[in-house]
T-cell receptor
Framework: GAVVSQHPSRVICKSGTSVKIECRSL??????MFWYRQFPKQSLMLMAT?????????EQGVEKDKFLINHASLTLSTLTVTSAHPEDSSFYIC????????????FGSGTRLTVV | DAKTTQPPSMDCAEGRAANLPCNHS???????VYWYRQIHSQGPQYIIH???NNETNEMASLIITEDRKSSTLILPHATLRDTAVYYC???????????FGKGTKLTVNP
């Protein structure tokens, strides 16, 4: 079945630094990838949608200069949290799908970001 | 905003069937009903989806009412590992974004 690998699973960084999270589709070409964040006891909140080779589309209220998304290939998308602050601490999750695919989207296992 | 309504929580005894309801009264003709679940601190897992007909796979069954305004996910023999938050989502498929509501927290008790 379709597999999406997300790394790292956990990361702790200092306030003011940047953190990059990778999302890879291992056995299919992901034409579209999505990035979510999830705070404790809350549901997933969509941050942005990225199509391979195009600029990401950000949801309202998500700062595009703070959350940089790159989807340069059909198997890799990255999310960079720039100048991270403690309020950016959250669970970040990616998902991927491809055009014409039947069935559900595949999700990564998530990245727990803690900014200290 | 999510276009579905689900009860916030449900309990089920291990070995029994778990029936999780979902209301989607504003569903469009070309929208599917998808079900995902999220076990604590993991990414969501796809379970099943359907358009009009009832569907069954190795994980669950999906019953969609004739008017398509509601559906029920059935886990025929719930186990402790089925304890998770279950999300019902309507979506046109393809590459359309998934919008998650609050879901139903299912607790399977021994």
């Amino acid at each position: 079945g379709a597999v999406v690998s997300q790394h790292p699973s956990r990361v702790i960084c200092k306030s003011g630094t940047s953190v990059k999270i990778e999302c890879r589709s291992l056995d299919f070409q992901a034409t579209t990838m999505f990035w979510y964040r999830q705070f404790p006891k809350q549901s997933l909140m969509l941050m942005a949608t990225s199509n391979e080779g195009s600029k990401a589309t950000y949801e309202q209220g998500v700062e595009k200069d703070k959350f940089l998304i790159n989807h340069a290939s059909l198997t890799l998308s990255t999310l960079t949290v720039t100048s991270a602050h403690p309020e950016d601490s959250s669970f970040y999750i990616c998902s991927a799908t491809s055009l014409g695919r039947v069935g559900g989207y595949t999700f990564g296992s998530g990245t727990r970001l803690t900014v200290v | 905003d999510a276009k579905t309504t689900q009860p916030p929580s449900m309990d089920c005894a291990e070995g029994r069937a778990a029936n999780l309801p979902c209301n989607h009264s504003t569903i469009s003709g070309n929208e599917y009903v998808y079900w995902y679940r999220q076990i604590h601190s993991q990414g969501p897992q796809y379970i099943i989806h359907g358009l009009k007909n009832n569907e069954t796979n190795e994980m669950a069954s999906l019953i969609i009412t004739e008017d398509r305004k509601s559906s029920t996910l059935i886990l025929p023999h719930a186990t402790l590992r089925d304890t998770a938050v279950y999300y019902c989502i309507v979506n046109r498929g393809g590459s359309e974004k998934l919008v998650f509501g609050k879901g139903t927290k299912l607790t399977v008790n021994p």
